[in-house]
């Protein structure tokens, strides 16, 4: 009996051990079955827990852009719109003075020269070759006469500021500006219509 007691020992420690190792390996397999089934549930609720809920995106339209009333600044490269030149307007002619209407007191026809000297005029106004002047014998300083070249029709009216001529036939005396007015220097001596204005 004594002989075969170490067999039996080491027969009840593998029977011993083999029974270990499957408690354990039984274990160790319903850890991993129950804990994997419960983790991943776990792991999922926490992560919907976690993340918010998600909304689906709104859609938004972009603005359009109000149209400009003036034109952007070119950006580099580009060409420049044509700025509009200015349009002329065309001036309005100006209207004419108006003439002076004159009424005729009295008129006649005579002789009439010119002249260019004088140092002091019969009305104590010093004389004057370019103003449109005349002499007369008997009319009142400052009348208005209309005087007209019969050779050609041209006239002219002067204001009377001295006295003469006194030579017979003759009864204006033209200032060197009048008488070139009626296109008279060339004869020094014209045949002219006289008329006596006053103003209306």
Do not use: W
């Amino acid at each position: 009996m004594g002989k075969h007691r170490p067999k039996f020992r080491l027969r009840t420690i593998l029977v011993a051990s083999g029974v270990a190792v499957a408690v354990l390996a039984a274990g160790a397999a319903a850890l991993l079955m129950g804990g994997g089934s419960g983790g991943s549930a776990d792991a999922a609720q926490a992560r919907q827990t976690a993340a918010p809920p998600t909304q689906p995106p709104t859609s938004r339209t972009p603005l359009a852009d109000q149209p400009r009333t003036t034109p952007g600044r070119a950006s580099r490269g580009e060409t420049r719109p044509p700025v509009p030149k200015p349009v002329k307007t065309t001036d309005a002619p100006k209207p004419k003075p108006k003439k002076r209407a004159y009424t005729v007191l009295s008129s006649g026809s005579c002789e009439a020269s010119s002249y260019g000297e004088g140092q002091e005029t019969a009305s104590g106004e010093p004389f004057n070759p370019n103003a449109l002047t005349a002499a007369h014998k008997t009319l009142p300083f400052g009348s208005r006469v209309r005087v007209t070249n019969k050779n050609n029709g041209e006239s002219v009216i002067v204001r009377i500021n001295d006295r003469g001529p006194y030579v017979g036939g003759r009864c204006l005396d033209l200032s060197t500006a009048a008488m070139k007015q009626v296109d008279g220097m060339g004869a020094g001596v014209i045949p002219v219509r006289y008329e006596v204005l006053s103003r209306a």
